[in-house]
């Protein structure tokens, strides 16, 4: 699924009714894993639903965002590496 030797894990945390702005990296991917909540991914303008226990990955170079559209925070572990 990737090329890197190297990452680090970060816990995310979106609150009720928020979502990240649109973003893209250029030297990084990461793969998402879902713990707790609803939400949306959205890369490249392909959206993908998120419900705990699922996860999401995005490449390098993609334009991507989070939506929570659940009554909880959306609660997801992430673990970026170099591209």
Do not use: P, W
Not at 20 to 33: C, F, G, K, M, V
Request: proline letters at 0%; glycine letters at 10%.
């Amino acid at each position: 699924m990737t090329t890197a030797e190297r990452g680090q894990f970060i816990t995310c945390r979106i609150h009720k009714g928020i979502s990240n702005a649109l973003q893209r990296h250029t030297a990084i991917e990461d793969i998402n894993y879902i713990i707790s909540g609803t939400g949306k991914a959205i890369c490249n303008g392909t959206v993908k639903n998120l419900t705990a226990g699922g996860y999401y990955t995005f490449q390098k170079d993609s334009d991507y965002s989070f939506i929570n559209t659940g009554d909880e925070d959306l609660v997801f572990l992430s673990y970026i590496k170099e591209a």
